[in-house]
């Protein structure tokens, strides 16, 4: 059962090339990790206040364009669960058409460094992820 | 002798059309504003803390495309100086092509109210008005 | 009866000052004015291989901020009607809160140049300015 | 003897956490390839309309954020050569402070499938990977 977000593409997300210019599956992808956040539990507004959280890597593989006109779901799902760090797999689709993954690892920190999810935070992740 | 801003046209500002999308002049002309503020010895980190401004009003005008390729140049003066208010232009152009003209007011503001600009801050305000 | 869009405010579209930042309003009125265009029987996609509209003056009055958070919805609705032009208002408002009216004049354009618009596009445009 | 690309960090790539927003790291790192691509002899506007080249994968790791009053530098070097595509890293530091690696993948397509670099453009590329 994953979270979704979905959006129709904006004109201005479209390059002159005619396609989403790459840049805003990562857009994408944060608007859908809210979701995702709020769904474990974790409103985001609520979490930067006690655990911090930055996106430490990102990783994207296209396998299909996304154009003006489409109107782009992204599910939202953990895939790996660390001691200061989670992974979440975002999938962004056209209906079926899978156009890309996105994997962003999330680290807890203080002032700047990572530390280890704090204990309610990490029971709520703990949740997700074995869903 | 005006401020200017420039940086060359990024792909990414470029839509479907093969031209500059249009939000992008806003962007641009905050730029340019920030070097102008700075030039009247206001530079904005230390301003916001004193006198809050924020754009009440924008225009634009626009007479030729800026296309990737292109450098663009953005002077800034200002235009009218109010009790509350100033009024920037900045001439968006490419080489002496002129893109674009935008007007941008800023007013003094606490908690979301306009008021009259501190003692010191009109005097550079009066200052780069004349000048 | 006016046309609208309506999106939640991206986490992107907000700046250290914690309000959307200015330039992200025409990005908005554009995609309302894709909606627009589209009631009125002129969608974008046709309408530019046969007016190739171009935005020739943007201008934005600010009332109130929108946050993260807020849902923004945008009504538009033509304004003015001209022989080469059509200027169309977007309100952009939060519930019943109006942030900001923005106003666009689209130019009928062949090689960059204004022309009056085709007959059947002035035909329409007349029918959703009397409406 | 690295490629490089630079830019003032721009006040509208901050969001509301006060650093500069993960997506736009891809911005830089696509402008840095632009000049990199050129440096290799085969500037992009000619490069697309033979090898219609697409960013089938990207991978960034953060190490330290940007923030607005930093001038970020982008270099750009080939990490590895394949058949159908080639690896860039894109450097981005603050000075001598390392921000952000990004490793984008370029693969030639013809109908969005993968092809062979053409002998000439692989030629080019050879000659910047060796380097």
Do not use: I
Not at 41 to 52: K, Y
Not at 85 to 94: I, M
Request: net charge negative.
């Amino acid at each position: 059962m994953p979270v979704s977000w979905s959006s129709p593409v904006r004109f201005v997300e479209c390059d002159q090339q005619g396609v989403v210019f790459n840049a805003h599956y990562l857009v994408w992808a944060d608007e859908a990790s809210m979701v995702w956040w709020s769904s474990a539990g974790l409103p985001w507004d609520d979490l930067v206040s006690r655990a911090d959280p930055v996106v430490k890597a990102s990783a994207l593989e296209w396998s299909s364009p996304a154009r003006w006109g489409d109107t782009v779901t992204v599910d939202a799902g953990a895939e790996r669960l660390g001691r200061t760090s989670v992974t979440v797999r975002f999938t962004v689709r056209v209906g079926e058409r899978v156009c890309c993954v996105v994997r962003n690892t999330y680290v807890a920190t203080v002032g700047g460094a990572a530390v280890p999810w704090p204990d309610d935070v990490r029971a709520r992740l703990e949740a997700v992820s074995a869903g």
